[in-house]
């Protein structure tokens, strides 16, 4: 059984800053991506930023330069850091990742994700 457990979101004034974090747990043999999305109202679920098992990162252009996606490994866990924040970035933010877990008798690769953290940026 795999989990990936959110925090860090919350109310901002626009031009602040907000930190994200991201943990999975369970039995995971490989972490091959992880990354966040988020779905504002009205709107799709979008790719906010992304990091492969190497360490590529691939940011949505709207996010260049603001925000940072990091990860640590010995710990499952991947950060978004956020700043100069703005009204726009309002969403529910949701943590995505690709693993290898074991099942018990057999290695397998699904896709999993959050239950979503609300961030608000707001004057």
């Known amino acids: 059984q795999v989990q990936l457990v959110e925090s860090g979101g919350g109310l901002v004034q626009p031009g602040g800053s907000l930190r994200l974090s991201c943990a999975a747990s369970?039995?995971?043999?490989?972490?091959?991506?992880m990354g966040w999305y988020r779905q504002a109202p009205g709107k799709q679920r979008e790719l906010v930023a992304g990091?492969?098992?190497?360490?590529?990162?691939t940011y949505a252009d709207s996010v260049k330069g603001r925000f940072t996606i990091s990860r640590d490994n010995a710990k499952n866990t991947v950060y978004l850091q956020m700043n100069s924040l703005k009204l726009e970035d309002t969403a529910v933010y949701y943590c995505?990742?690709?693993?290898?877990?074991?099942?018990?008798?057999?290695?397998?690769?699904?896709?999993?994700w959050g239950q979503g953290t609300q961030v608000t940026v707001s004057s």
């Open positions: 995505n990742a690709d693993l290898t877990y074991y099942s018990g008798s057999h290695y397998a690769r699904n896709d999993y």
């Open positions: 369970g039995s995971i043999f490989r972490v091959n991506a």
């Open positions: 990091i492969i098992s190497g360490g590529s990162t």
